[in-house]
């Protein structure tokens, strides 16, 4: 599959603004290695190759375990997650499926007491974000290189 367009060089406003995202969350107190699970786990539920691919492989290079990602996509079958990443990924689908979930406030029950406000907002942004380049990636065929 080849790409669409270039969306780098489109529309690099565009591209700066996600990339202001991408600062902020940088900046939040989240840990890199809950960031990489939720930019993961999103963009398997979205089916973005480009990103899976890189996400896999940052998480890799940041000392995430092979059968951590590996079982990522079927995380509550698993005891390889802690309570706190349990709460961060359910939060991470609901809001990725937002038109299916709604969010139920039962979500909201078992991430608030995991989260501060701060971080909550951050998560929120960290999975707005990636939803967006997930978006941008396959809109416009952008694959693993």
Same mark, same amino acid.
């Given at each position: 599959?080849?790409?669409?367009? #270039?969306?780098?060089?489109?529309?690099?406003?565009?591209?700066?603004?996600?990339?202001?995202? =991408?600062?902020?969350?940088?900046?939040?107190?989240?840990?890199?290695?809950?960031? =990489?699970?939720?930019?993961?786990?999103?963009?398997?539920?979205?089916?973005?190759?480009?990103?899976?691919?890189?996400?896999?492989? #940052?998480?890799?290079?940041?000392?995430? #375990?092979?059968?951590?990602?590996?079982?990522?996509?079927?995380?509550? =079958?698993?005891?390889?997650?802690?309570?706190?990443?349990?709460?961060?990924?359910?939060?991470?689908?609901?809001?990725?499926?937002?038109?299916?979930?709604?969010?139920?406030?039962?979500?909201?029950?078992?991430?608030?007491?995991?989260?501060? =406000?701060?971080?909550?907002?951050?998560?929120?942004?960290?999975?707005?974000?990636?939803?967006?380049?997930?978006?941008?990636?396959?809109?416009?065929?952008?694959?693993?290189?």
């Amino acid at each position: 599959m080849s790409a669409r367009l #270039d969306f780098y060089k489109a529309s690099p406003g565009a591209i700066k603004a996600m990339l202001a995202l =991408e600062e902020q969350i940088g900046k939040s107190s989240l840990e890199k290695p809950l960031v =990489e699970l939720v930019r993961l786990r999103t963009s398997q539920i979205n089916g973005c190759a480009f990103c899976v691919d890189m996400h896999s492989a #940052d998480a890799k290079k940041g000392g995430e #375990d092979d059968r951590r990602l590996a079982t990522v996509v079927a995380w509550r =079958e698993t005891p390889f997650f802690t309570e706190r990443e349990r709460a961060a990924l359910e939060w991470t689908e609901s809001l990725t499926l937002i038109s299916e979930t709604h969010v139920p406030d039962a979500t909201w029950e078992a991430v608030k007491p995991h989260f501060s =406000e701060a971080e909550l907002s951050d998560l929120t942004l960290l999975i707005n974000a990636i939803n967006g380049w997930n978006r941008y990636a396959i809109a416009f065929r952008k694959g693993p290189e």
